[in-house]
């Protein structure tokens, strides 16, 4: 599943070619993928994209008319942007429509855009799996949209004193803490491993235990894995992520502990392995010997 990074980068892709488009016609191939459609269609068609923002892992696509798009490309769901020049831009989960015809078996949306000029363009939701959708809300259902979330988690309003108070008397483990979405937005499990190891942090010990200090260092931490893996394109581990272009992510050359149980340790050498857990159903990976 795309996370945060990775969301981020679709969104910035999608920036350079959607603001200004307007939306001519929209056809819903899959009722799922987009069960309201049929009651908001006059609500889209004929509106043009102000703007694209991103909160926690849903693209919010602003129109004309102030209601927000909104687009969780949750496992499997891919965006693709074809104009006269091809397929140029979006991202998500890889499959051979990246290099086959679209539509394709796995198209649920397609997005029928037109500029000023008259020059016509296309935005394809595909989605294997269709656990993905598209939602309309209005400014104030945006709000309820979202209102279980926490901050995200490279918020520059997102402060220490925050996560204490939240975790001041909660047990549970702190890489379940820091990837409960109503306590902060956005971390993924990658991200959360790879934090917990830089930080020096057990993923084991309570979210509670954590002094100042420590809470300090890790969300530091948190911020900065998160600007990297941005920078870099997001991550791209067992082909899960690709670019619309084909490329992958970056930031799986940076992964330390994810992914590499049995490998010695970057910090401690050969004698201390990293050792792989499930917490919460999810893999988790740590070394037992530097995370206290």
């Not at 693709?80 to 539509?103: T, Y």
């Not at 959360?192 to 930080?199: D, G, K, M, P, V």
């Not at 970057?266 to 792989?276: A, L, Y």
Request: with cysteine; charged share 20%; aromatic share 8%.
């Amino acid at each position: 599943m795309p996370e945060l990074p990775e969301v981020e980068s679709v969104r910035k892709n999608l920036t350079t070619v959607l603001v200004g488009k307007k939306i001519s016609n929209i056809q819903v191939l899959r009722n799922k993928s987009f069960s309201e459609f049929a009651e908001k269609k006059d609500l889209i068609e004929g509106q043009s994209f102000l703007a694209v923002h991103r909160r926690a892992k849903i693209l919010d696509l602003v129109l004309s008319n102030h209601q927000h798009l909104l687009i969780h490309l949750k496992m499997t769901g891919q965006l693709i942007f074809v104009d006269k020049m091809g397929k140029r831009f979006g991202g998500g989960h890889p499959s051979a429509d990246w290099v086959n015809d679209l539509p394709s078996k796995h198209t649920r949306v397609i997005l029928q855009l037109i500029d000023k000029s008259g020059q016509k363009s296309q935005l394809f939701f595909n989605d294997m799996r269709v656990f993905g959708w598209l939602k309309l809300h209005s400014e104030t259902a945006l709000v309820e949209e979202f209102i279980n979330y926490g901050p995200d988690v490279n918020d520059p309003k997102l402060n220490v004193e925050y996560l204490l108070s939240k975790a001041s008397r909660r047990q549970i483990s702190i890489k379940q803490f820091i990837m409960n979405n109503q306590v902060i937005a956005g971390m993924g499990n990658i991200y959360a491993s790879e934090s917990l190891f830089r930080a020096k942090i057990s993923p084991l010990r309570s979210a509670k235990s954590l002094d100042k200090a420590e809470m300090v260092t890790l969300l530091l931490e948190m911020q900065t894995i998160i600007a990297e893996a941005i920078n870099l394109g997001g991550t791209t581990f067992d082909g899960h992520y690709v670019g619309v272009d084909g490329f992958a992510g970056g930031f799986q050359d940076k992964l330390m502990v994810y992914g590499q149980k049995g490998r010695p340790c970057f910090r401690c050498g050969i004698n201390f392995p990293i050792q792989r857990i499930k917490q919460g159903g999810r893999s988790t990976f740590y070394c037992p010997h530097c995370q206290s």
